[in-house]
């Protein structure tokens, strides 16, 4: 059984001095003290901040310049587009700056590039056809960072560009004065305004932010500037959008990000968008209880597909719908692509394990997979699954259109683009940040570029032990309804602010019945130290369960278990949570890891 490595948060705070403070219990100060507060005003941010605790979009660099010149571009009636990108977070951008810039009184309309025929981001041909369409001004969103060429080409047709991105900053290596120490000089594209919170110079106090934030602060800054009415109204709604691509863009749910999450989530139950309230009634969610997990794995999915299997305009034609009729065909269509993305995802998974165990890739630290005949939209996705299931820096790599395009996704300690700039001549095109990037090469570099990736990786194979983060090593016996209430001051959860695991030593397995329609979770009833009975569900691989308890106590140790014959000791982690089923609330104790 492939083991892990489990370790207990020891981070130091006066628990229960928080605890008085902010009418909490120690167990929660501990846990918020393991998400890296270390102030009390962090903590008081975290439990009840709001919009006006969020930061000015002035602090933004260039952001002064970039209002100045689309007001004028808008006053001057100047045509303006939006140039997005075929992911959630690029749609919701482009909706933002699109309809932001409508209420403005503005000539906009919007380009989003195919992921087969364009590739990511600005290319020549939209700067080629935006000059042949009279376009006068050109504002990117949740791209245009890496774009130096074509913005350098949009300047020779006279159409002035305004950038806005959160993505990585170009750089190169170089000497510093001749001493042999390099330094990092930053790459910028020559936009009029660039509007990018990784930039060295750019004074933001939250990076991590994703590209429809950045969008949604540029609308606040115009809001402001303006003194428009019919912009401060939309803002409401330009949230929702920055919260829904806050979490599909996967950032991390900490300071800014946690406050637009939860208020955004809050608006987005009762809203007024007919495609989202259109993409919610075609899932089958209810809007007052949608969660981050139906923004990560529901609707972002649906407005994802049609970037992989189609084209993103329909995505974005959703989100624009003026009836009730064309969302809900739009929202039909999108599951309907979503569901297909699912099989195919399925098969290209299974495709890249094979890959793997055929070329005995059991001793690369990076995985480089070359899947000629998936569908390269699938490839990021793909990736992501066989780097949850290995604990590896993946590469999923397809043939294209032209040549070779493949996606990343990392572990943590390896920054992605850092080590993709090492081997920066093996691509035609890249880009991405620490976890995740994008790639275009040829064909007869993927083995050069595997070997040398994994020449320089500098992870050891200690890295790819699965970690599990304890917050508290907790007796079941403490995890009570009172507890679980209190855990929701916490949410909404999700990368950055995970749901808190507790863990317990010494529980005997007694008894176990499997569960679901499918029989694919089990409920179980373990005795602890103190003699108490509990239950414990479990939603993970049972087979994988079953094994474990077989090597570990003997072949008839599952059936022993699921016959109520069990007398088997282990330790858990495990989630403490409500769950409500046909409109009854009740506690649920769910196990996450064992050994």
Not at 26 to 36: E, F, G, M, S, V
Not at 166 to 172: A, G, L, S
């Amino acid at each position: 059984m492939e083991q892990e490595k489990w370790f207990v948060a020891a981070k130091k705070a006066d628990f229960e001095a928080w605890g008085r403070q902010f009418g909490i219990s120690p167990i929660l100060a501990r846990i918020l003290r393991n998400r890296d507060l270390t102030e009390e005003g962090q903590v008081q941010k975290f439990l009840h901040g709001s919009l006006e605790d969020c930061y000015s979009p002035w602090l933004l660099k260039d952001m002064d310049k970039a209002a100045a010149e689309i007001l004028e571009a808008v006053s001057e009636g100047r045509f303006i587009r939006v140039i997005g990108d075929y992911d959630v977070d690029g749609i919701c951008s482009s909706y933002i700056l699109t309809r932001g810039l409508q209420l403005l009184g503005a000539r906009v309309d919007t380009a989003i590039p195919h992921r087969i025929h364009d590739g990511y981001g600005l290319n020549d041909s939209l700067i080629e056809e935006a000059a042949g369409d009279g376009v006068g001004m050109i504002v990117t969103c949740d791209n245009g960072i890496a774009a130096a060429p074509q913005i350098e080409l949009a300047g020779s047709y006279g159409i002035k560009v305004i950038v806005t991105d959160h993505h990585e900053v170009p750089f190169v290596l170089e000497d510093k004065s001749g001493t042999g120490e390099e330094i990092r000089r930053e790459l910028l594209p020559p936009a009029l305004a660039v509007i990018d919170p990784k930039q060295e110079q750019c004074s933001y106090p939250f990076a991590g932010i994703c590209g429809a934030a950045v969008a949604f602060k540029v609308m606040g800054a115009l809001a402001e500037r303006t003194g428009s009415d019919r912009l401060k109204a939309a803002m409401g709604e330009f949230l929702e959008f920055a919260a829904l691509a806050t979490v599909c863009d996967v950032m991390e749910l900490k300071d800014e990000n946690r406050i637009l999450v939860k208020e955004g989530l809050a608006r987005l139950r009762n809203t007024g968008n007919l495609g989202l309230r259109s993409l919610m009634e075609v899932n089958g969610i209810e809007p007052e209880k949608l969660s981050v997990y139906h923004l990560g794995f529901v609707l972002g999915p649906c407005l994802n597909a049609t970037g992989r299997l189609d084209t993103a305009g329909r995505a974005l034609e959703l989100l624009q719908s003026g009836t009730k009729a064309d969302a809900m065909n739009a929202a039909r269509e999108l599951k309907d692509l979503n569901d297909s993305r699912k099989s195919l995802t399925s098969k290209g998974v299974a495709q890249a394990e094979g890959y793997i165990q055929e070329h005995h890739m059991e001793r690369d630290k990076v995985l480089v997979v070359f899947l000629p005949q998936v569908h390269e939209s699938l490839a990021g996705i793909i990736a992501g699954r066989v780097r949850e299931r290995y604990n590896h820096p993946v590469f999923i790599l397809t043939q294209g259109e032209e040549g070779v395009k493949g996606s990343g996704r990392s572990v943590e300690g390896y920054h992605m683009y850092d080590a993709m700039t090492e081997v920066k001549r093996y691509f035609t095109k890249f880009g991405g940040h620490a976890m995740a990037a994008g790639l275009s090469m040829k064909e007869e570099d993927i083995e050069p570029f595997r070997e040398e990736l994994n020449r320089n990786c500098r992870l050891s194979e200690e890295d790819f032990i699965p970690r599990v983060h304890i917050d508290v090593p907790m007796p079941l016996v403490y995890a009570d309804e009172e507890l679980a209430g209190e855990l929701e001051l916490l949410e909404p959860f999700g990368v950055g602010n995970p749901k808190p695991l507790f863990a317990q030593r010494d529980l005997i397995f007694q008894a176990g019945v499997r569960m679901g329609a499918n029989k694919n979770f089990a409920r179980f009833k373990v005795k602890t130290p103190e003699g108490a009975i509990k239950q414990l569900v479990y939603f993970g691989d049972l087979e994988r369960f079953d094994l474990f308890l077989e090597e570990k106590y003997g072949v008839e140790s599952a059936a022993q278990l699921y016959g109520g014959l069990g007398t088997f000791r282990m330790s858990v982690v495990y989630r403490l949570g409500k769950n409500t089923y046909r409109g009854k609330t009740e506690l649920q104790l769910v196990m996450q890891h064992y050994c």
